[in-house]
């Protein structure tokens, strides 16, 4: 991609729209080899931004989906235990001497997601998604520092693996918690905006076709307008497609009322969100 605005035009042709924004932050990161750390509230496309991205530059897709407790053996690399004692079990039925140095080579390692990015040997740099960073522990975090920095991970007994092309990596965060300022620092960054109401009708008559044009400009104005209530778990654009689809799949055409309370479980994920968001349809019905 030569400049941001081609990124804007290889996105859109994958039905993922961009605004300047982020164009700008994916083209310096595809650029500058840098990773790429999108935050923004859940819902707003950071997951489906890294998506579109591997799909638009034709490339493989490898995601890391993180989580309390997660550990280097799952998330960079693992020794193929059961493989090492079938090879010690043959070796002493066959009365040969094994070392440790011969049980842990490149034969025995099974690559997980951030490994196996690294040793990607395809004409083009696989995407890596490390998706909801936010959710490991501080802990993980340190574990990344040397694949972000030099694209590269060191496995004592073996030495150090370089990305002969380091792999594009894009990061996204929930903000349920502060990231280390080292992790930041290895990182390009950009925040992801809840869209206005036109560019978030443009997303979803992208994500539904079979949705009517009066449906989805009613739909996204009375999600802007649900937005602005104090809801534990505003919806996000995923939410606000699931709601579109399902209005489509009832045969709405025009947003009423009655709509939105009998599809309230799309948008509304709480006891007291449901009660907030059927407050506001009951006052859209009387104006």
């Known amino acids: 991609m030569n400049n941001p605005d081609e ?11 961009v605004d300047d924004g982020l164009a700008m932050a994916i083209f310096l990161s595809l650029r500058l080899g840098k990773p790429l750390l999108l935050e923004g509230e859940p819902g707003v496309g950071k997951t489906a931004a890294a998506k579109a991205l591997a799909q638009a530059l034709d490339t493989p897709f490898i995601r890391l989906q993180c989580y309390e407790g997660l550990t280097a053996g799952e998330a960079l690399y693992e020794w193929n235990y059961q493989r090492q004692l079938l090879h010690i079990r043959l070796a002493e039925a066959h009365g040969s001497s094994i070392r440790d140095a ?4 490149a034969d025995f390692l099974q690559e997980r997601p951030i490994l196996r990015a690294v040793r990607h040997a395809g004409p083009t740099p696989p995407v890596l998604l490390i998706d909801e960073i936010d959710r490991a522990d501080d802990e993980f975090e340190a574990l990344l520092f040397e694949f972000l920095g030099e694209a590269a991970i060191t496995i004592p007994e073996l030495g150090t693996f370089a990305a002969t092309r380091p792999p594009i990596v894009v990061l996204t965060s929930n903000r349920s918690r502060d990231l280390h300022d080292a992790l930041r620092r290895r990182c390009l960054y950009h925040w992801i905006e809840f869209p206005a109401a036109e560019r978030a009708a ?8 079979g949705a009517s044009a009066p449906l989805i400009r009613n739909a996204t104005e009375f999600i802007g307008t649900v937005r602005r209530l104090d809801l534990d778990k505003a919806p996000g654009l995923a939410e606000t497609i699931d709601w579109v689809s399902a209005l489509a799949v009832l045969g709405v055409t025009e947003l009423a009322g009655a709509d939105i309370l009998r599809t309230l479980g799309t948008i509304a994920k709480t006891p007291d969100d449901r009660d907030l968001v059927a407050g506001a349809a009951s006052q859209e019905t009387r104006s």
């Open 102 to 105: 011969d049980l842990f080579t």
């Open 7 to 17: 990124v804007v035009q290889r996105l859109d042709d994958v039905n993922y729209l």
């Open 202 to 209: 443009a997303i979803v008559r992208r994500a539904v076709p």
